[in-house]
C-alpha cells in the first residue's frame, strides 16, 4: 500500500517556515509581503480560490489586497488597474484570476503584469526563464508546488523516468520542463504525453513517476502504473455526489481506490497537489518581496 | 537503406522562396529585410559561421551588416551596440555571435537586444513564447530549421514517439518543446533525454524519431535505432583527419554508416540540419521584417 503524500501537512511546514520569516521581518520594523489580486466578475469558483488565498495569505501574516470589479470592466479600465498595481510600491505580486470575460484578452493582461510582480509565473520572460533554468523569474504554483513535494520526502528524481500526462501551460508543460532540468528536483528522463499520444498505457507503464494532469476524472487505471511508481494526481474536477452536503465532491485523475495498492508513493485528492499550489504562491510572493521590496 | 533527408536542397528551396519574396518588396520599392550580427573577438569557427549567414542573406536579397569589435570591448560599450541597432529602424533582426570573452554577461547582452529583433530566439520573452505555443515569437534556428527540414519532406509527427537526446537551451530544450506542441509539426509524444538518462539505448529504441544534440561523435549507435526510425542529427563536431585539406572533418552525433540501413529517413552530416539552420534564421528575420518593419 503507497504512503500517501500529505499535501496538506506539508503546506502547513512550509507556511510555518513563511509565517516566521515575516514574523522576523516586522519584528524588525519592515513590512509584510502583500500580494493583490484581482477578480473580474462572479464566477463561484474562482471567488472560492481567490479567498482561499486571502485566507493563507493571513494565516502567514502577508497583507492581501482582492480587488473585485464587474464582469463588465472594460479591458481599458483592467489594464488601468494592472498599471497601478504594478506601480505600488507597497504590493510585491499580483494575480489576475483567470478566465476573464471574453471581451478582454487574457494574454494581453497577464503580458502587462510587471514580470517581477508576476508571481502565477504566466508572463512570457517568467516562462522563458523557467525554460532555461534560470530561476530568478517565478514559476506557476501548481508544478512549483509539486517540486516543494518532492523536496519535502526527499523524492529522487535524478535518472528517473518520469511521464508527464498533460501539456497544458499552467502545469503539464511546466512541469516537465522542471523534472527534465537540472535541479535538485530535475534531471529526470520526461515523457511528456498528451491527447495525441497512442500507446499511453505502455509508456505510463515504464514510469517511476507520473504526473496525471489532465483534468479527466479517474483517467489513469492500475494498468498504467508500474508498481511501486510514484503518482502525483494534479486533478481536481468537480463531480456530482449526492452523498455530500454541497452535491459535489473532487475527483483526481487517478483510480486512487485502485491505483494506491500498487504505488509506492501517492497524492490523494483532496489533501495532495492542491494545498501545495496555494502554499507555492506564498512562496513566490515572499520571493518577490525579498528581491525587489 | 534510409533515405538521405538533404538539407541543402531544401535549404536552397526555402532559400529561393525567401527570395522571390525579397524580389517582390524591392520591386514595389520597398527596402529589404536587414540582418545585423555582431562579432566580438577573433575566433575562427564564429567569424566562419557569421561569413556564412552574410553570404547567406546576400544570396536571398537582404541587406547584411556585421560589425566587428575587439576581444577588449567593454561590456557598457556592446551594450551601446546593441541599443543603438534596436532603435535603428532600417535593421530587423540582430544576432550576436556566442560564446562573449568572460567579462561580458552573455544573459545581460542577449537580453538586451529587444525581443522584436531576436532572430536567434534566445531573448526569455522569445522562449516563453515557444513554451506557450506563442507563434508571433522567433524559434532558435537550429530547432526551426528541422522543423522546416520535417514539414517540406511531410514527415508525419502527431502520435509519433520522439525521443531528443540533450537538453541545450539552443536545440534539445526548444525542440522537444516544438515536437510536443499543437502545431503541424509538433503532437508527438516526447521524451526528452540527457546525460543523466538511464537506459538510453532501450529508451532510444522505442523512438520513431530521434533527433541527436548531444555534441558528441558517433554516440548514437544502430543498437539504439528501431528500424524504421527517423534519425535527425545535429551535431556539427570538428574532428582531426589527416585525409581532409584542412586537417578536419565534420562528425555528426549519429555513427551515420551503420545506422543508415536501419532508419528510414537520415539526415547526413555535413549537409543535413546545418544549411537548414542558416535558412531558419533568413526565415525569422523575414518575419521580423513583415511584423514590424
Given amino acids: 500500500m503507497a504512503m500517501r503524500l500529505d499535501g496538506k501537512a506539508v503546506s502547513a511546514h512550509f507556511k510555518g517556515q513563511i509565517a516566521e520569516e515575516v514574523a522576523e521581518l516586522t519584528a524588525s520594523g519592515k513590512r509584510p509581503p502583500h500580494l493583490a489580486a484581482i477578480l473580474v466578475g462572479d464566477d463561484g469558483g474562482s471567488r472560492t480560490y481567490i479567498e482561499a488565498k486571502d485566507r493563507a495569505c493571513k494565516e502567514v501574516g502577508f497583507s492581501s489586497t482582492i480587488l473585485y470589479f464587474n464582469a463588465d470592466i472594460s479591458q481599458d479600465e483592467l489594464l488601468r488597474e494592472v498599471q497601478k498595481i504594478n506601480e505600488n510600491s507597497e504590493i510585491d505580486g499580483l494575480i489576475v ?7 478582454i484578452d487574457e494574454n494581453l493582461i497577464t503580458q502587462t503584469i510587471f514580470p517581477k510582480k508576476d ?5 512570457d520572460i517568467n516562462m522563458g526563464k523557467l525554460t532555461k533554468g534560470d530561476y530568478s523569474g517565478y514559476v506557476s ?3 512549483l508546488g509539486i517540486t516543494m513535494l518532492l523536496k519535502y520526502y526527499d523524492i529522487e528524481t535524478s535518472g528517473k523516468h518520469a511521464v508527464v ?5 499552467i502545469v503539464g508543460r511546466p512541469m516537465s520542463i522542471l523534472l527534465s532540468d537540472s535541479s535538485e528536483t530535475g534531471n529526470a528522463t520526461v515523457t511528456l504525453c498528451h491527447s495525441r499520444t497512442k500507446n499511453l498505457i505502455e509508456i505510463c507503464r515504464t514510469a517511476d513517476i507520473v504526473v496525471a494532469a489532465i483534468g479527466k476524472p479517474y483517467f489513469v487505471t492500475p494498468e498504467m502504473i508500474k508498481p511501486g ?3 502525483i494526481d494534479v486533478g481536481t474536477t468537480r463531480i456530482d455526489d449526492d452523498t455530500r452536503e ?14 494506491e495498492p500498487l504505488a509506492s508513493m501517492i497524492t490523494p485528492v483532496p489533501g495532495g497537489v492542491g494545498p501545495m499550489t496555494i502554499t507555492a504562491l506564498l512562496n513566490n510572493t515572499l520571493k518577490a518581496y525579498k528581491q525587489y521590496a
Fill in 165 to 169: 500526462i498533460g501539456r497544458s501551460n
Fill in 97 to 103: 484570476q483567470l478566465p476573464l470575460p471574453s471581451h
Fill in 229 to 231: 511508481a510514484i503518482v
Fill in 119 to 123: 508571481v502565477d509565473g504566466f508572463h
Fill in 246 to 259: 454541497h452535491g459535489w465532491r473532487l475527483a483526481g485523475d487517478v483510480d486512487f481506490k485502485l491505483v
Fill in 141 to 143: 504554483a501548481t508544478p
